[in-house]
Each structure stands twice: as C-alpha cells, then as structure tokens.
C-alpha cells in the first residue's frame, strides 16, 4: 500500500500564489505517474496535470500556463507550482498515484488517492 498526503494549501488573493506538495510513503514499488486533480463543491473531479516517472508531463487547458507540475524520483514527491491564481482554482486538490507492479504472471496497476488539501482565492 502507499499513501499520499499532500500539503501546501491555504488561502491566497487573486494574482497570487501557492506550490502544493504531495509526498508517497508505504511499501512503494514502482510509481510510473503523479497527478494533481482538483474538485470544488458540487462539481466533479478533474484532472489539473500529470508527470511520468520519465517527467513528461500533461496539462489540464486550465493550468496551462500558470501551473507548474515537478517530481522528485528519489524521493517519491511531486509539486504544482500555482501562479495567478483566480477565483476560479478555488478547490480541493488532491495527489493522485499509479503504481505498476511486475509479477510472475503479468503486470497490475494499482491506483492511489491522497485525502486532499484545500486551495481558496479570493480578494
């Protein structure tokens, strides 16, 4: 199992900014993917980026551009770097895991959650 717990939340005025962190503990095999994903009240959760293992990374058309997503391999984090942020970005953030394991039989996936960390801009 792995755990994820994120930090760096908090309050922020528009134009401003915040860097997220998420750190993976617990018996780690193989991490191959991080994503933050991002959920206000009453909507659903989206995805803001990704990084591979290998630091491709993907962005939501949201983030692009004011959101940066980083990984530290060795020890098993990922970031986001939030600038001027909106009203809008105002949201739970979590961390998101996939870990790909390789056993004598094939290979499974397994997916991971963090509990969250709150993110509020406003004036």
């Known amino acids: 199992q792995v755990q994820l717990v994120e930090s760096g939340g908090g309050s922020a005025q528009p134009g401003g900014s915040l860097r997220l962190s998420c750190a993976a503990s617990g018996s780690i095999v193989n991490i191959v993917e991080m994503s933050w994903y991002r959920q206000a009240p009453g909507s659903q959760r989206r995805l803001v980026a990704t990084i591979t293992r290998d630091g491709t990374t993907n962005y939501a058309d949201s983030a692009k551009d004011r959101f940066t997503i980083s990984r530290n391999n060795a020890q098993n984090e990922i970031y986001l770097q939030m600038n001027s942020l909106e009203p809008e970005d105002t949201s739970f953030y979590y961390c998101?895991?996939?870990?790909?394991?390789?056993?004598?039989?094939?290979?499974?996936?397994?997916?991971?959650w963090g509990k969250g960390t709150l993110v509020s801009v406003s004036a």
């Open positions: 998101y895991a996939v870990e790909t394991i390789h056993h004598a039989t094939g290979v499974r996936s397994e997916y991971y």
